[in-house]
């Protein structure tokens, strides 16, 4: 739910203890082009 409401891969990440954001993309099941673009626009 809070990656539809906001498209925060880093918002997951940080509460799932992910240290790399593949695994949260993995577990998401995003596709990874998408999610890399996000993460490049997402402050950490």
């Known amino acids: 739910m809070?990656?539809?409401a906001t498209g925060n891969l880093r918002a997951i990440q940080?509460?799932?203890g992910h240290t790399?954001?593949?695994n949260t993309v993995?577990?998401?099941g995003v596709d990874i082009e998408d999610a890399l673009e996000l993460a490049e626009h997402t402050e950490i």
């Open 20 to 22: 790399k954001i593949e």
């Open 2 to 4: 809070i990656y539809k």
């Open 14 to 16: 940080i509460p799932l």
């Open 26 to 28: 993995r577990y998401l």
